[in-house]
Nanobody
Framework: QVQLVESGGGLVQVGGSLRLSCVAS????????MGWYRQAPGKQRELVAG???????NIADSVKGRFTISRDNAKNTVYLQMNSLKPEDTAVYYC???????????????WGQGTQVTVSS
């Protein structure tokens, strides 16, 4: 079983920056595609950014140019650097580990508890 622990959320002013971290333990981190999702009040959870086990990245249009995702396999950690923050970035941010499906057809996926990001206007 994989355990994911997020940190780095908090209060920030418009235009400020935060860096979120997600540390994984309990399995082989390098096998997993990692992602950051967020969920704002009254909204569905959405993908913000992802990075595959091979290092390819995908960033949502709404945050492109402001957010970057990276991973450090040696530290079992994935990061989300958030710059030029806007009020609409306010949400709970969740770390996700996706290992695809196992040999029996079961999805291998884990979620962290989430960390609150609040951008003041």
């Amino acid at each position: 079983q994989v355990q994911l622990v997020e940190s780095g959320g908090g209060l920030v002013q418009v235009g400020g920056s935060l860096r979120l971290s997600c540390v994984a333990s309990g399995s082989i981190f390098s096998f997993y595609d990692m992602g950051w999702y967020r969920q704002a009040p009254g909204k569905q959870r959405e993908l913000v950014a992802g990075v595959t086990s091979g290092g390819n990245t995908n960033i949502a249009d709404s945050v492109k140019g402001r957010f970057t995702i990276s991973r450090d396999n040696a530290k079992n950690t994935v990061y989300l650097q958030m710059n030029s923050l806007k009020p609409e970035d306010t949400a709970v941010y969740y770390c996700n580990a996706d290992g695809g499906w196992d040999a029996y057809g079961d999805l291998i996926e884990y979620w962290g508890q989430g960390t609150q990001v609040t951008v003041s206007s």
